[in-house]
């Protein structure tokens, strides 16, 4: 009875410290937090700690401290970047099926990852005193993206980056960051708080796989640019070239909200291409399959080479 009570709180006292732990990256790398201390704007006042849980994927939960970390390429540099924002719904992050592992992909192309942690402090909508509206829960995140992009912008000389080849990719809710940052641009979502602010958070180039919370079903032929989370956003003209990909079969957010994003680039003038396929549903990310959506990665690959971000 004595060993049994030892071996029952051995593993409670595991399962403690696997429900605290925080998500790290692999040996090599280091995490960087993207705001000066105590300068991170709307900060969600007392928040719960970050835990980090294990199902199929890393399952990150309670970010309010957001971070970056570097992916760099071993052998041939291309000198373009991407800044990937992994999905879950404004809820989580899945830090390696939509992060990591996308990283993986695009170093071994000698293209520079940066992997955001943005913030998801599962706080839902909430009343801002200080602008004295409300806001969603995709508001942080878009704080958190500008500043990353600006900061890669940044730090490119160091990290050998071309900073006239940042782009952007994000799945489900990551997606819909990678909409986002490629419309608002022209006026960052919050105070520059320092020199790093001072350059561009536009991204040079936009993937989005499987986005989400784009579509808007009331969207008329005569406002088919509005964004229809945000309904004051408009796409700009100079909204960067775009790739969209997308399942037919896809029961959490619908190919509509591709389909929608697509008219309203297109009706802008902004290059765009779009994939859809029959089958794949979602949360695909990278993880093979017998079907062909599965290939997605090398479509990518051939629209960075016929927009001149990676050459031969």
């Known amino acids: 009875m ?51 849980g294990a199902a199929d994927w890393a399952k990150v ?24 924002f ?19 992909w695009l170093v071994s192309r000698g293209i520079t990852c940066v992997l955001s942690k943005y913030r998801v402090p599962h706080a839902g909508p909430y009343w801002d005193e200080k602008l004295g509206r409300v806001h969603p829960p995709h508001f942080t995140a878009l704080e958190d993206a500008q500043r990353t992009i600006s900061l890669v912008r940044f730090h490119a000389a160091e990290w050998h980056i071309d900073p006239r ?7 489900s809710a990551g997606g819909h960051i990678v909409a986002s940052t490629s419309m608002r641009f022209a006026k960052r979502s919050y105070a520059p708080v320092d020199a790093a602010d001072k350059q561009s958070c536009r991204p040079d180039f936009a993937i989005g ?43 959490v957010d619908g190919v509509e909200q591709a389909l929608s994003y697509y008219v309203a680039l297109k009706n802008a003038g902004v290059p765009t291409e779009m994939h859809l396929y029959a089958q794949g549903g979602h949360a695909f990310g990278l993880r093979p399959s017998k079907l062909p959506i599965s290939e997605w990665p090398q479509l990518v690959e051939k629209w960075l080479h016929t927009i001149g971000v990676i050459a031969d």
């Open 2 to 52: 004595k060993n049994f009570a030892l071996f029952a709180f051995a593993v409670f006292v595991a399962c403690a410290s696997a429900q605290a732990a925080v998500w790290q990256p692999s040996p090599g790398h280091t995490q960087i937090p993207i705001w000066p201390e105590k300068k991170i704007p709307d900060a969600v006042p007392n928040p719960q700690p970050e835990s980090l």
């Open 61 to 84: 939960v309670n970010v309010s401290t957001p971070t970056l970390t570097v992916y760099s390429p071993k052998g041939k540099n291309t000198g373009a970047a991407v800044v990937v």
């Open 86 to 104: 992994p999905g879950g719904g404004y809820e989580i992050l899945a830090m390696d099926l939509e992060g990591t592992e996308i990283c993986d």
């Open 165 to 171: 080849k940042i782009g952007v990719i994000g799945f």
């Open 209 to 251: 796989i499987y986005p989400g919370h784009i579509h808007n079903e009331h969207l008329s032929e005569k406002q088919n640019t509005t964004f229809s989370t945000e309904p004051d956003i408009r796409v700009p003209a100079n909204t960067p070239p775009t790739f969209l990909l997308m399942a037919e079969d896809d029961h």
